[in-house]
């Protein structure tokens, strides 16, 4: 059976690109008959807030959609991601790192050059090579550190037959070393949103992740947890994005303008599917 999910963050109002997001998830299980979920990604408790999970509901609902219950938080699950933390760590494949952002672009600027990713200048692997003894004494100090992948170390344990599938884009070959060294948690927050999507997907039991093509580059390292932490491997499927007047995509960062806004002002919930395209 298909099972797609629609997880945002209740870190501020939906906008028009996630009614797209939630849609064409909810479309492509319906197609199937299959089972269409609502997760929430509520890891950032800093920017978490009560009335933004009510707003979730409340907007889903009145542009028609249904859904599974319970609704998963993922703040109400974080031994699920120490367990996996563990486990990876029991593989000799995490190390924690202490440097500061400060220091990391130092090094970057002082080497001249550094290897690009996705998100920017990769990891330049300082606290790589550290002792056993080291990273012990500085954790006991109660210095403030990220746990870090090790990921060629990680690339080499899962072999090389890692591929996976989109149904727009056709079959990958994963390259996660695109990501360098990525942080998998940090000493106060026990996952990043890269560990907790494929723990998650796999105990809800997920077989097509929908989500905007922005995402599509982290499928490469998602692939790669999975198989270290022998999870169920998905199908993707990436979509448009929905942009403003100048092309950019839609984020609460920016202040897109809010779906309940446009309630607000007389759109109806067809009036907003046809804004989007569905």
Same mark, same amino acid.
């Given at each position: !059976?298909?099972?797609?999910?629609?997880?945002?963050?209740?870190?501020?109002?939906?906008?028009?690109?996630?009614?797209?997001?939630?849609?064409?998830?909810?479309?492509?299980?319906?197609?199937?008959?299959?089972?269409?979920?609502?997760?929430?990604?509520?890891?950032?408790?800093?920017?978490?807030?009560?009335?933004?999970?009510?707003?979730?509901?409340?907007?889903?609902?009145?542009?028609?959609?249904?859904?599974?219950?319970?609704?998963?938080?993922?703040?109400?699950?974080?031994?699920?991601?120490?367990?996996?933390?563990?486990?990876?760590?029991? !593989?000799?494949?995490?190390?924690?790192?202490?440097?500061?952002?400060?220091?990391?672009?130092?090094?970057?600027?002082?080497?001249?050059?550094?290897?690009?990713?996705?998100?920017?200048?990769?990891? &330049?692997?300082?606290?790589?090579?550290?002792?056993?003894?080291?990273?012990?004494?500085?954790?006991?100090?109660?210095?403030?550190?990220?746990?870090?992948?090790?990921?060629?170390?990680?690339?080499?344990?899962?072999?090389?037959?890692?591929?996976?599938?989109?149904?727009?884009?056709?079959?990958?070959?994963?390259?996660?070393?695109?990501?360098?060294?990525?942080?998998?948690?940090?000493?106060?927050?026990?996952?990043?949103?890269?560990?907790?999507?494929?723990?998650?997907?796999?105990?809800?039991?997920?077989?097509?992740?929908?989500?905007?093509?922005?995402?599509? &580059?982290?499928?490469?390292?998602?692939?790669?947890?999975?198989?270290?932490?022998?999870?169920?491997?998905?199908?993707?499927?990436?979509?448009?994005?929905?942009?403003?007047?100048?092309?950019?995509?839609?984020?609460?960062?920016?202040?897109?303008?809010?779906?309940?806004?446009?309630?607000?002002?007389? !759109?109806?919930?067809?009036?907003?599917?046809?804004?989007?395209?569905?």
């Amino acid at each position: !059976m298909t099972v797609t999910r629609f997880a945002p963050s209740p870190t501020g109002l939906l906008h028009l690109g996630h009614v797209y997001a939630a849609g064409f998830a909810f479309q492509a299980a319906k197609a199937a008959s299959g089972e269409f979920l609502v997760r929430l990604e509520d890891i950032d408790t800093t920017r978490v807030r009560p009335e933004y999970e009510t707003a979730i509901f409340e907007d889903l609902a009145w542009l028609g959609l249904e859904w599974q219950q319970p609704v998963r938080k993922q703040s109400e699950h974080f031994e699920d991601y120490r367990s996996a933390l563990a486990r990876l760590e029991a !593989m000799g494949l995490l190390y924690p790192c202490f440097c500061t952002r400060k220091e990391i672009q130092a090094e970057i600027a002082g080497a001249g050059q550094a290897p690009q990713g996705p998100d920017g200048p990769l990891y &330049p692997g300082l606290c790589r090579s550290k002792s056993k003894a080291e990273q012990e004494e500085r954790t006991a100090a109660g210095q403030p550190y990220a746990l870090r992948l090790d990921v060629a170390k990680a690339r080499a344990l899962a072999g090389t037959d890692l591929k996976w599938t989109d149904r727009t884009h056709g079959e990958h070959e994963a390259r996660p070393e695109i990501f360098g060294d990525v942080v998998l948690a940090r000493k106060e927050t026990p996952t990043s949103y890269h560990l907790a999507v494929v723990v998650d997907d796999a105990l809800q039991g997920v077989t097509l992740v929908t989500r905007g093509e922005d995402l599509l &580059p982290a499928t490469h390292l998602h692939r790669l947890l999975q198989a270290l932490l022998v999870l169920s491997v998905p199908e993707w499927q990436h979509h448009r994005l929905i942009t403003d007047e100048h092309g950019k995509r839609l984020a609460k960062r920016d202040q897109a303008r809010s779906l309940r806004s446009l309630r607000e002002a007389g !759109m109806s919930a067809a009036d907003v599917w046809r804004s989007v395209g569905l």
